[in-house]
């Protein structure tokens, strides 16, 4: 298994390689630290996105409500920026956002537990409720106008260089906030026994139930942690764009389910890796980017995104399938 | 005499009515082999269930663990007093590696937050050290034999410092030679003062080993014997309440007629080598050999699940290629699985469509919509013709017996009107009289000219309904046997030789 | 047979209830004619939709790209039928149906697709129908630049305002389409298959059912049922457009689900379904009537979804434990 892990992620890896010298082939300029940094910027938001639905992924569950969720915290925090604007500072506003995401987060988790609804019903419900209620009672408003500390705060870079241009670009801070995330995530399914459980409970429920688990915490955390990052996923996208509209998030979750799938995850659960993740994530914005950089029309973007994640999906699928087959027959002759 | 680890007094169980335990006195000593033999729907997993404590006793019921009564006895409970299930289906995380699988449980029982992956390992290695057994740390649980899985499972119950394990049907599954092995093991941990509870439905190798076995029908114990003074005979007569007389039929098939179905040199990579054989009408050919042997896997290749890599298959002198179950159903073929649960039967359904699901393209009109008519009268003369015992026809399946389930099976196959009939263990948990009447069932489809293939780890169940059987081992027909110039006696000696 | 019984009596009793809650709260005009009239023609494109769900649903699958399908069907027909050189050769009528039947024939392309994902690749029917949904969504904005279509002929758009005997075409497309659904699922072998494999795939395997095939003929059915209600969706827009009707997704599970649709398939009839279409519409109407705006109205579909969800439960959990007694 984890040998086939592995060989997913070095597909990956592979696909990216030859993407990257395909566009750089048709336009040079995507082969520049520059742009690079700029890749790395633009990935974050689904970057952050794409950790909590791993988690969901793992655990043998799907969540389709973390946009509604990430435009409720969003609001939240738009709303928070624009009366108190000075008095905060950035790590109440993550709090803030990811206290919201926790929250509504959680509350997928109870009805999926004690209620066994399956969680695509539960979130398709949820998202609904959260979007409709958020809709109603912003009036379809975009918020801007910010401190000016928080347009600030997103410009922060690591280092500063200057393209030939006289550019400037760097590590943006929006990138490192992700990469923490990242080994944040990394080391809760590497090295904590919690992680190890939601492997467990993806990998076979019942058998995580018999042995004793707590499944209610394994949920709750599972559902509140996607929740978390939708709530973070929210404030780096206000960074980003520095507005907050109701509608600007609804759709992304598909790309955000394909990133994670493509990076090995199986809606099956049970398996999946922050590796295969940060690298399904790499290779969708990369797809996008070098559309754009090879002056595609944006309207095909769809139909790159959803032709790759068929033939992807489709081809391991397909890999698997005898495998399966075999298992059904033998375990249950 | 040393206080008994568990000691159960008086222990009942009433579920809204029904009687499942009634006044039942039980104990296992340390480090004792103890085997709860009994039929399905005996009482035994209620056993299980009130020891391990997941469901309570009815008041009034006493439970002794190492000599102290036992009150609120619930599931963690009776892990923390040394007390480990290990049910068939072994309950492990296939996606884990075997290090995990070991001691995962015990690291979550502990609150432990962090995993120290040396640990982890060194953990899974001295559990395996204390039975001396070696397995592949890395791989993932679901990637090893099922006979290393369930090590796996005993692996991890030492880790939870067992004192009492219960092993519910564990040689189900398992090669003669897993058995031993597993076997060895117990009998290891035993030296080590853990006792081993096995469960069963019937008489095997584990008897051979257990100090004690308790026999338990309908609820109450019929009592404790020693393993040495049970056989096969004796066991079914306490488990049953009934002396079972087998009664002997031989098919009286036309030889000299053509067969019907034809194997010819058929061979499957890892499954089945060089098999040759033929079945002719009216006759009812036996097919045995051990658990792995390749018996299940040549039928699902005659059923069109699987392909022969080399050789023929001939139906009715024609050679054929049976690509798909449709190809085979198409050529008169039905095969009525092993697992009734989950290949036989669509269990949440009602009986009538699992009744016509074989047929529904005879029951339509030539509108193509199903002749109501036709879809009653069908159903009813199955229900009838095999004497299925059903409140409705649209009850689900799974509130029959066991007996009437396997009857709908074999029902849905015989209203195909097939040349041949692959039975896989056929009678597989069923109890005695149940088993009996399906017995005469395939008797008379034999009659009526239909060939049989019967197969089943039960000597004494093909030597009493075939003219012929073979015996497979390792993927390779050994020998074959007239029952009409053998005792199953040699049938047996043939197959246990060979191990 | 009593079970389903019974869940038809719950959802008459249901209706009843929710007739006499709402004529009581928006007064006498929530039963008069003009509003049974838009509820007849509010209610057949959903209804079509949710039969396209449905029937994926009692495979124990989901098709979360019948919103995307039914957009691209009718992006299709809306091209034909504004092609200027068609309508100059073939007419309005002609047009009209080249442009159907054109359109039925990229939603069932649709649905083989989803059925070649499902049945010969093995994927989950979750991911193959979100990957088609994206896919189709990017084909329709190709398509159509992201603009609205729209200008039909006065013949298309009568099949989503005209009548037949004082009723509304939709609704007519719609009771054919639930008739045709109905017949297929109850006095068809492929309807049998359809619930039994949603049940148990191993043992219809065993039984001798292609299963493939099965799924294969179920996609194709709801693919061209999404392209049916593309036909009611741009006659009554009198246009088509890459994302129209994206809140209907909720509302053709809400719909099953309510119907007695069984979320892990091999349970659930048209008329159950048929039933609690109309219960939508009428709250759907009677919330409208009262002003209640469109999103506050999603958000309770939600809501109402989840407790159906947990009324089943429990019922469910009743059930069996009293099984579990006897």
Sequence with gaps: MKTLLRRHEAYVLLIIIVVSIIITAVNPSFFSLENL???????????????????????????????????????????????????????????????????????????????????????????????????????????????????????????????????????????????????????????????????????????????????????????????????????????????VAPNSLVGKEMDVIAAVVLGGASLAGGTGSIMGTVLGVALITLLGNGLTLMHVPSQWYDVVIGLVILVSVGVSAYRMRKNIQRRVITETA | MAEPFIRLRNVSKHYAGVTALNNVDFTIDQGEIHCLAGENGSGKSTMIKIISGIVPPDPGSTIEIEGQPVHHHHAIDAIDKGIQVIYQDLSLFPNLTVAENIALGQMVAGHVRLVDWKELRRVAEAAMARINVRLPLDSA????????????????????????????????????????????????????????????????????????????????????????????????????????????????????????????????????????????????????????????????????????DRGEIRVEGQPVKINSVQDAARLGIGYVPENRLTQGLINVQPVSSNLIVTTLQKLVNRFRLFDQAKVKSAISRWVSELAIKIPSTESPVQTLSGGNQQRVVLAKWIATDPKVLILDGPTIGIDVAAKHSIHEIIRDLANKGIAILLISEEVPEVYNNCNRVLVMHKGRIVQEFNTGACTPEDIQLCISSRN | MLRRFSHLFVLFAVMLVVVIILWSLTGTDFMNLGNLQSMAYQMPELGILSLAMMITMLTAGINLSIIATA??????????????????????????????????????????????????????????TLGTSILLGGV?????????????????????????????????????????????????????????????????????????????????????????????????????????????????????????????????????LVLSLVILQMISSGLNLMGVSNFLTLALWGVVLIVVMVIKYVIENKVQLRRRAA
């Design chain 1, 37 to 243: 940094f700029d890749l790395l910027k633009s990935m974050s938001l689904m970057g952050v996105f794409a950790i909590g639905m791993l988690f969901v992924l793992i655990s043998g569950g799907i969540d389709l409500s973390f946009t509604a969720i990430a435009t409720v915290s969003g609001y939240a925090v738009a709303l928070a920026l624009l009366r108190y604007g000075d008095s905060l500072n950035i790590f109440v506003i993550f709090l803030l956002a990811g206290a919201i995401g926790i929250l509504l987060g959680a509350f997928n988790a109870a009805i999926i537990y004690f209620f066994r609804i399956p969680s695509i019903i539960t979130t398709i419900a949820t998202s609904n409720v959260f979007y409709g209620i958020l809709t109603v009672l912003s009036e379809g408003k975009w918020l801007y106008g910010f401190p000016t500390w928080f347009g600030d705060f997103a410009n922060i870079r690591l280092f500063t260089l200057y393209s030939p241009a006289g550019n400037p670009y760097g590590l943006s801070i929006v990138t490192v906030i992700w990469l923490a995330l990242v080994l944040l995530a990394w080391f809760i399914l590497r090295y904590t026994v919690l992680g190890r459980s939601i492997y467990a409970m993806g990998g076979s429920p019942s058998s995580a139930e018999r042995a004793g688990f707590n499944l209610l915490r394994l949920n709750l955390f599972v559902y509140a942690f996607i929740g978390l990052m939708a709530g973070f996923g929210s404030v780096i996208q206000a960074l980003l764009v520095q507005t």
């Design chain 2, 141 to 308: 649980v679901g990637e090893i034999s099922i006979a290393d899985q369930q090590l796996v499972a005993i692996c991890r119950a030492l880790t939870r410092g067992v004192k009492l394990l219960i092993m519910d049907e564990p040689t189900a599954s398992l090669t003669k030679k897993e058995v031993d092995s597993l076997l060895a093991v117990v009998q290891d941990m035993k030296s080590k003062g853990i006792a081993t509870m096995f469960v069963s439905h019937k008489l095997d190798e584990v008897l051979a080993v257990a100090d004690r076995v308790s026999v338990i029908r309908d609820g109450q114990m019929v009592g404790v014997y020693n393993g040495s003074e049970l056989n096969d005979e004796t066991l079914t007569m306490l488990m049953t309440g009934r002396k079972v007389e087998y009664s002997r039929f031989v098919p009286q098939a036309d030889m000299t007629a053509g067969p019907v179905l034809e194997c010819r040199n058929i061979s499957r990579q890892s499954e089945y080598e060089d098999i040759s054989f033929c079945l002719r009408p009216g006759e009812i050919l036996g097919l045995t050999g051990l658990l792995g042997s390749g018996r299940t896997e040549l039928a699902l290749s005659l059923f069109g699940v699987s392909q022969p």
């Design chain 3, 140 to 272: 329709s904005i190709v398509l159509t630049q992201g603009y609205v279509i729209s200008g039909f002929s006065p013949v298309m758009l009568s099949v989503g305002s005209g009548r037949v005997l004082g009723v509304p075409v939709p609704l007519i497309i719609f009771l054919a389409a639930a008739g045709v659904m109905g017949l297929i699922l109850n006095n068809t072998p492929l309807g049998t298959r359809i619930y039994l494999i949603g049940s148990n795939p191993v043992a219809t395997f065993f039984s001798g059912v292609n299963n493939r095939s099965v799924l294969m003929r179920t996609y194709i059915i709801s693919g061209i049922l999404s392209g049916v209600a593309a036909v009611v969706m741009i006659s009554r827009f009198n246009s088509a457009k890459a994302d129209y009707g994206e809140s209907y997704l909720l509302l053709t599970v809400l719909a099953s689900v309510l119907g007695g649709v069984s979320a892990a398939g091999g349970f659930g009839r048209v008329s159950g």
């Design chain 3, 71 to 128: 957009n691209l069907a009718g992006i299709v027909m809306a091209l034909i039928l504004t092609n200027e050189s068609m309508l100059a050769s073939l007419g309005d009528v002609g047009t009209m149906m080249v442009a159907i039947i054109a359109g039925l024939i990229v939603a069932g392309l649709v649905g083989i697709l989803n059925g070649f994902l499902i049945s010969r690749l093995d994927m989950s029917p979750i991911l193959a």
